[in-house]
């Protein structure tokens, strides 16, 4: 474990070392080293405007990922556990995991307008497809033998479902709410960064200045978002469902 | 055969339901913000018959290909040098993570700034988003590789070379296709991403001239279209390997 560990820290410092020394090469216009980037992460900090875009964009992105959990997970559920919900809803399924979150961008801005609901409505349609895949491949691969000790003890249909197959799931759930969760944020960022407001519109406008060193740390921040959330997810995770690591495995579920 | 059959009958079904709540909704809605399915599919059709449509997407496609390719070249023995390597792999883990928790679109006015609002920017940008999706996934199946398999080749006394080329490389293939189908939906997202947030060119000129008209038609008639190719280039990569590895595919 500390074994591990000090690889990891190691790999971290390597990869700041490459990029101080890169950063220095070819000078703050074109790639910022950290030790450029910090300091303005700092000022960033201090100064406010970055966090109170920060947390007005993930306030909306919350009320969209939400809506798509709510609704995903029960849905995906149902698609693995019945295979007439599977054949129905499948081929919707596999087009909108295809199609590009930016190509709706557009399209959603003619039918929402550019306020609230836009952005909410874009983070939906970007995570629900993920979630719902995810759950579905953890409902469709429960164990069989699972269900049938519960059968064969009598258990009726619901207690089997509560306390067999609601368990079993409980590592996919988080597993699809994680995978959701990137998709989420990417499409936030896509959304706001077309019509150019909130973090997204930071980030555009950032892009505009002699340095990128506002432009990376701004990244940082997202980078720090997108990795405490997964942290948290996954405590949560080990909390709720302690069979989860062993269960999902690092990598989590392959994509189908 | 009779369960294909009913597989496609459902399939469909399950279609022309979806269309039916479509048109339904677009009628509800209003014409005007929301085309009905039936606007679409003839203007998808007049499209491309008049040749607009596939000329777009033809140009686009150069951008696809190009970054596309650079990433599968790079990322593919990457990903096998981390994955094979405990040492490397600890170190990879946690900058991996790292970046792959900034969207990529967030990498939008860093490519403008190095490569400008054309070509070169497209080609970075699917570049980008392919390449991490394929890295992750070769890492995460060249660590997992039966490490039974491996012991039966060396009790059987095959040396190094013959190790890989004739256990490692059939072992990994099936996910490196796997990597290969997701990077390459992420390829064709990035191409469309990038149309529309550098210059729009192509289709991000066409769907931008369309937002620009009111005309949802002519939008949703080309995210049809693209949402058709990707499913293409799935079941195309889909059917090679099934040729390619008969003992992986069960059906």
């Known amino acids: 474990m500390t074994q591990a560990l000090r690889y990891q820290l190691l790999g971290i410092a390597l990869a700041l070392g490459v990029w101080e020394v890169v950063g220095r090469a070819i000078g703050a216009e074109l790639f910022a080293p950290p030790t450029v980037v910090f300091p303005e992460w700092y000022a960033l900090l201090r100064e406010g405007q970055m966090l109170r875009e920060l947390a007005t964009s993930l306030r909306q992105m919350l009320v969209g990922y939400g809506f798509a959990c709510l609704i995903g997970i029960p849905v995906g559920v149902g698609m693995g556990r019945s295979r007439l919900a599977d054949a129905l809803l499948h081929p919707w399924l596999s087009m909108f995991v295809v199609t590009s979150v930016a190509s709706l961008v557009p399209l959603f801005i003619l039918i929402f307008g550019t306020g609230f609901w836009f952005r909410a409505a874009i983070v939906f349609v970007a995570s629900i497809w993920y979630v719902m895949l995810t759950v579905y491949q953890g409902a469709r691969g429960v164990e069989p033998r699972f269900v049938d000790v519960g059968r064969a003890f009598g258990a009726s249909r619901w207690r089997s479902f509560r306390t067999i197959l609601l368990p079993a799931l409980y590592p996919y759930v988080i597993t699809a709410m994680r995978i959701g969760l990137v998709h989420a944020i990417r499409a936030m960022v896509v959304a706001e960064m077309f019509i150019i407001v909130g973090y997204g519109g930071l980030i555009y406008r950032a892009g505009l200045s002699l340095s990128t060193a506002p432009l990376l740390a701004l990244l940082f921040t997202l980078m720090l978002v997108g990795v405490i959330a997964n942290a948290l997810l996954r405590g949560g995770a080990r909390r709720i469902a302690p069979w989860y690591e062993q269960r999902v495995g690092a990598g989590g579920p392959a994509q189908g | ?251």
């Open chain 2, 1 to 251: 055969m009779m369960r294909n059959a009913r597989a496609l009958g459902l399939t469909a079904l399950s279609i022309l339901i979806g269309l039916a709540l479509w048109q339904w909704a677009a009628w509800d809605i209003s014409r005007v913000v929301f085309a009905p399915p039936t606007a679409v599919l003839a203007r998808l059709a007049a499209d491309i018959v008049s040749g607009v449509l596939p000329l777009a997407l033809l140009r686009s496609l150069g951008a696809l290909a190009l970054g596309f390719l650079l990433a599968v070249a790079i990322a593919v023995p990457l990903g096998f040098a981390i994955g094979r390597n405990a040492k490397v792999a600890a170190m990879a883990d946690p900058v991996l993570n790292a970046i792959y928790a900034v969207p990529p679109v967030a990498m939008v006015p860093f490519l403008i700034i190095w490569f400008g609002l054309f070509f070169e920017s497209r080609v970075a940008l699917v570049f980008l988003m392919s390449f991490f999706e394929i890295l992750v996934t070769v890492a995460a199946g060249a660590r997992n590789v039966e490490p039974t398999l491996l012991a039966v080749g060396r009790s059987f006394g095959a040396e190094r070379a013959r190790l890989v080329t004739r256990v490692m490389l059939p072992a990994s293939l099936p996910f490196v296709f796997a990597a290969l189908r997701v990077g390459l939906v992420r390829g064709i997202n990035a191409m469309i991403t990038a149309e529309l947030f550098f210059a729009a060119v192509n289709l991000g000129a066409l769907m931008k001239h369309s937002a620009q008209r009111f005309d949802t038609a002519g939008l949703l008639a080309v995210i049809v279209l693209l949402c058709l190719v990707g499913l293409a280039a799935q079941s195309g990569l889909k059917a090679l390997e099934a040729r390619l590895l008969p003992w992986h595919v069960r059906q």
